[in-house]
């Protein structure tokens, strides 16, 4: 028996899943989907199969036709429960009749109200790392690529996407009620299958891509986003063919609890992107540059999740500096830095968990999200196409990504293939100290910007009295603001709180990055003419970038605790269960009162 995954009871020895065909009924009365996954193998196969569930009830599986016992084992609380089936020979293909239920992580349901539009409800999936398994009873490891086509019966006046092309709608088969036809041609992880349902209306942006978003939204979001054709052309100079036809994009509602969910053909994102500026697209430049690195070559298990996210933040940065210069991505990288600090301050610089290759047997890797793989692994890449010269890794990824696409690869295939194609160059990085040891190692590039440093010094002055122009409020970027706020002391005197609030008109911004960064100086602070805005962000905004600086912020005085419980209680219904869990963990850490 051979398990490499520790979040999957996928077995290598075992048969494998190359196509699964979902029929779906979903029913937001009973907030579960009902209906089979029919799972075809590589080849005809006999004995053990081991499938991950989570929360479903299973009703019946069959062999070709056939049904045969099925087992469901222990519920783990990582793992959910290995279903084990014994086939018999021959056996092609495996039909599973289940039930999800309200329990699924994958799944999020939202009521009305919880809506932009208020009148229709809607449910969206997220199920990167390891939540699939939840939404349907499969081989859940990245190891595993499947291809798949679902056919989703919804309510009639509501509409499904997928992480797919669409292939058609009918109406029926019951009365009031439609059924959305989808194939996904390309092999992909199970964690890259989504599906959204809701009120939606789309906007074409290009021949290629199409903004979907509920009606209330959709004309707010076409504008914010109108740049995508330039970005993937961008992105295609550097990093190769656009592989996957469309890139269509889903904004939802304010729970989504990530900035973007790189789902194949259709990227979900949040609506605190829509700062009626433009000034958030990088989290888009982001999920597009996943198109390549992650959801072309795919980590093989969490344990390798900075191959995809350090490759990706170094190309969204990469392309970043294509479209609007240095200084640009310069900027980038000294905000991400701050996040990167914040991560070895969690975690202590020498903990495991700030190693690149990480050992995740037995933890839950959505406990252990964080910073470290998406910018110490950026660091190591930036500092490898330095060492080998620009010109020279470029031509280096562009191979590595020709030579690995659509496959799922470890830490391990990645260093053997750089030792192949680019000898000596690992060592002269010294990247097996990156990969396999913790902190961040000597040789970390710095990334330097003249704007950028000027605004760290001027902040850095704020305890001897300096202060920001007068017309900085007019001159500033919202990228330079932030770093502006980032490196300001706290807590500071209320006076100063307020001083900084009317010169900058900071509680009423909408680019989210800077008003949360300005609410957790002011929560931090104890400023209570601002906790009115806070607990309205913390009421409607799901997205864990920010409830995390918020709720932690929060911790500091007994007044700003019991603030921070008392949203927490009344907010908690409408966050997705990874927000709740987050939150909880923080308060439950505060000092006792
Ligand atoms: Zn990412």
């Given amino acids: 028996m051979a398990r490499m995954d520790p979040h999957s009871y996928y077995d290598e020895d075992q048969p494998k899943t190359k196509e699964i065909r979902f029929r779906w009924e979903v ?27 989570k929360e479903l009830l299973i009703g019946s599986v069959a062999a070709d036709g056939r049904p045969i016992p099925f087992e469901p084992g222990e519920p783990d609380p990582i793992l959910g429960q290995r279903l084990r089936l014994n086939l018999p020979a021959g056996t092609r293909e495996i039909t599973i009749a289940y039930a999800t239920t309200p329990r699924a992580t994958a799944l999020q349901w939202l009521a009305p109200e919880q809506t932009a ?62 059924t959305f036809l989808f194939d996904m041609p390309q092999p992909i992880p199970s964690y890259l299958i989504a599906l ?38 961008t992105a295609e100079a550097l990093f190769g063919p656009y592989e996957w036809e469309r890139y269509d994009m889903l904004v939802l509602p304010p729970s989504f609890p990530y900035g973007g969910m790189e789902n194949p053909r259709l ?21 597009l540059a996943h198109s390549w690195t992650g959801n072309l070559v795919t980590n093989a298990t969490m344990n390798d999740f900075w191959l995809n996210e350090g490759f990706t933040v170094w190309a969204e940065r990469r392309t970043l500096e294509a ?11 000294a905000i991400g830095k701050a996040g990167l600090d914040d991560a070895f301050e969690r975690f202590g610089a020498e903990s495991p968990f700030t190693r690149l290759k990480t050992d995740l047997w037995g933890v839950d890797p959505d406990s252990m999200y964080s910073e470290v793989p998406y910018e110490k692994g950026a660091r190591l890449v930036a500092l490898m196409e330095q060492t080998a010269g620009r010109e020279s890794f470029d031509l280096f990824l562009r191979r590595y990504i020709g030579h690995f696409r659509f496959t799922s690869i470890t830490s391990e295939e990645f260093l053997a293939f750089l030792q192949e194609s680019m000898p000596g160059l690992a060592d002269k990085v010294d990247a097996k100290s990156w990969i396999y ?34 017309n900085a409020l007019k001159i500033w970027s919202p990228e330079e603001t932030l770093v502006y706020l980032q490196g300001l002391p706290r807590p500071m005197p209320e006076a100063d709180c307020l001083w900084l609030d009317e010169t900058f008109s900071l509680t009423g911004r909408t680019n989210y990055e800077v008003l949360v960064e300005w609410l957790s100086i002011a929560a931090a602070s104890d400023c209570p003419p601002v906790f009115p805005r806070l607990r309205e962000v913390l009421m409607s905004v799901g997205r864990m970038k920010f409830l995390r600086p918020l709720y932690r912020a929060m911790g500091a005085t007994p007044r700003t605790r019991s603030l921070a419980r008392e949203i927490f209680a009344a907010a908690r219904p409408g966050y997705h269960s990874l927000s709740s869990r987050l939150a909880e963990e923080i308060i439950a850490a505060y000092p006792a009162d």
């Fill in 117 to 178: 539009g208020k009148v229709h409800p809607f449910m969206f999936s997220q199920c990167q790392p390891h939540h699939a398994r939840t939404l349907a009873p499969l081989q859940d490891s990245p190891r595993v690529r499947v291809r798949y086509t679902a056919e989703v019966t919804v309510p009639e006046d509501l509409t499904a996407v997928m992480s797919a092309g669409s292939t058609g709608v009918r109406m029926g088969p019951g009365p009031r009620s439609r």
């Fill in 196 to 233: 959204a349902v809701g009120d939606l209306a789309g906007r074409d942006l290009s021949p290629r891509s199409r903004i979907w978003a509920e009606p209330a939204t959709v004309e707010q979001a076409a504008w914010e986003f109108a740049g995508i054709e330039d970005m993937m052309v």
């Fill in 27 to 53: 029913d937001f009365q009973a907030s579960h989907i009902t209906g089979e996954a029919v799972l075809l193998l590589e080849t005809p196969s006999a004995g053990f199969m081991d499938l991950d569930t």
């Fill in 267 to 287: 990227t979900f994102l949040t609506p605190t992107l829509l700062a009626g500026d433009r000034s958030l697209v990088n989290v888009v430049v982001h999920e």
């Fill in 437 to 470: 040891s913790p902190g961040l190692p000597a040789n970390c590039p710095v990334f330097r910007s003249e704007a950028l440093e000027s605004l760290q010094a001027l902040s850095a002055g704020w305890k001897s009295g300096e202060r920001p122009p007068e």
């Fill in 323 to 333: 479209l609007h210069g240095k200084e640009k991505a310069a900027m980038a990288w």
